[in-house]
């Protein structure tokens, strides 16, 4: 494969709005739109084409063109145009290719159909704030949104820690340090550890991965800054529990306590099909702290009730998954099918539909995705 043909196929996913593209040995090039996977209407791929694409991602960046891997994150960026961040693996002894596309803009919370609460907590000026959510589910989409409200709203030294770089920020009312993994710094904690001494007002960390990290963002946050990070877990409740798991058992308490007292709110996502079925919106859970959460926190039997304290917190501008899924309904942003799906509690969430007895119309949607990819008989596209 030829490096402007790379382009071109990079270019389309841009162009449509794809949201990732695959490039494996014996399938078409697949591009995900709304979660969904659809073919190019190309060639299948061979194990030269693959082999091609991984050294041309690679020959441009920190790693050169050394081959000897299993598995490999690293950035791409086709200037003026979009940035990528590229996985190769390999499956079978070929090279396996996923480049999630990520856009030049950042978007801002109301682009993002992202609650204004966001807003509020980006103004934290201390502590602990975790974005969480699947894989695919909005993270870093949604940190971006709120690192970039610090950016234009206060004069702060920002710090970023990533594996790789995704959104490239611009300074506006803040200064801004972008740090990769492998490329600018050995780890997370390395970076972490070096990040105090550089007189940082707010810290980025990509993802809380190993204790460490967790240890060492905690103690940042402990004396005085401000810092945001992403997990993968499901839920509040479940993000505490995974938090507090990376540690012995023997320090599980202290932890719990650490926790209480410096987090300051976690925002959970979960991306669902829209009414229209030709986008997506985000249903968030959102937490702010309370001395009942504190105490929930502090106490793993009283845990599992952070969600009924949450759906109590309406006031503190907190809501479950649950009371955002009836607001999306209410909104006409999603259907019935897809609410009780991603409902935390469906049998509770179907009793307060029936209580409700709202009619939903159709709203304005995001234009529809293509329902296959083309080029023309001549290879363009």
């Known amino acids: 494969m030829e490096r402007e043909t790379l382009y071109r196929l990079l270019r389309l996913g841009i162009e449509k709005g794809a949201s990732d593209i695959h490039f494996q040995v014996g399938n078409l090039p697949l ?51 979009g940035r990528f961040r590229v996985n190769i693996s390999r499956q079978r002894r070929h090279f396996n290719i996923v480049l999630r596309v990520i856009p030049l ?46 950016n234009r709203q206060r004069k702060a030294k920002i710090i970023t820690i990533e594996d790789p770089i995704e959104f490239v920020f611009t300074h506006e009312k803040s200064i801004i340090t ?20 550089q007189d940082p007002d707010v810290i980025m960390v990509g993802e809380m991965r190993d204790l460490e990290t967790v240890d060492t963002s905690l103690k940042a946050a402990e004396t005085g800054h401000l810092v945001f990070s992403t997990i993968h877990t499901s839920d509040v409740a479940s993000t505490i529990n995974r938090l507090v798991s990376f540690f012995p058992t023997e320090e599980h308490l202290n932890v719990r306590a650490r926790l209480a007292d410096n987090l300051k709110a976690i925002v959970s996502l979960r991306l669902l099909v829209n009414k229209k079925e030709d986008g997506r919106v985000p249903a968030v859970e959102v937490l702010r702290m309370t001395r009942s959460m504190q105490e929930c926190i502090r106490d793993p039997a009283k845990t599992p009730e952070l969600t009924d304290f949450i759906a109590r917190g309406r006031s503190e501008k907190m809501q479950t998954f649950d009371q955002h899924l009836l607001d999306l309904l209410k909104a006409n942003k999603i259907n019935i099918e897809t609410a009780l799906t991603a409902a935390s509690n469906p049998t509770d969430f179907q009793t307060t539909l029936s209580l409700e007895g709202h009619d939903h119309e159709v709203g ?18």
């Open 31 to 81: 591009y995900r739109f709304n979660g969904n996977l659809v073919e190019l209407r190309y060639k299948v791929l061979e194990p030269s084409d693959t082999e091609a694409i991984a050294r041309m991602l690679l020959e441009d960046g920190p790693h050169g063109e050394a081959m000897d891997f299993n598995e490999l994150d690293l950035a791409y960026e086709l200037p003026d145009e």
């Open 105 to 150: 803009q950042i978007k801002g919370f109301e682009e993002l159909n992202l609650p204004g609460v966001l807003k509020d907590i980006a103004q934290v000026t201390r502590g602990y704030v975790l974005v969480t959510g699947a894989t695919g589910m909005g993270k870093s989409t949604t940190l971006a949104a709120m690192l970039n409200e610090v």
């Open 364 to 381: 304005v949607e995001d234009e529809k995705p293509p329902d296959d990819l083309e080029i023309e008989s001549d290879g363009r596209f």
């Open 178 to 197: 972008q740090r990769e993994i492998g490329t600018d710094t050995e780890s997370f904690p390395a970076a972490l550890r070096a990040a105090l001494r």
